[in-house]
């Protein structure tokens, strides 16, 4: 069974960066994609960024791009989402997701 356990979110002020973490368990990480959702309060979850079993190839969600960037260490079965210039917008809780299982989340929360 997949389990994935995301870390690393905090309060950061708008125009900050955070990394996010999704750690991985149950399954041969180097064989599976990975990709990262968010849902803010009252917002339907939608997904972010995505990265093949190699990490690379990586493709990104229009309001995110240029701006997020994802990867992968596949020696300690992780996978990373790192943000920078944040905006109120980028708030919410993030979730790592691959083969259909997903993390609990982690919460960004962005001050303007």
């Known amino acids: 069974q997949v389990q994935l356990v995301e870390s690393g979110g905090d309060l950061v002020q708008s125009g900050g960066s955070l990394r996010l973490s999704c750690a991985a368990s149950g399954v041969a990480f180097g064989s599976v994609s990975m990709s990262w959702y968010r849902q803010a309060p009252g917002k339907e979850r939608e997904w972010v960024a995505r990265i093949n079993k190699t990490g690379g190839t990586t493709t990104y969600a229009d309001p995110v791009k240029g701006r997020f960037t994802i990867s992968r260490d596949n020696a300690k079965n992780i996978v990373y989402l790192e943000m920078n210039s944040l905006k109120p917008g980028d708030a919410g809780v993030y979730y790592c997701?691959?083969?259909?299982?997903w993390g609990r989340g982690t919460q960004v929360t962005v001050s303007s």
């Open positions: 997701t691959s083969l259909g299982s």
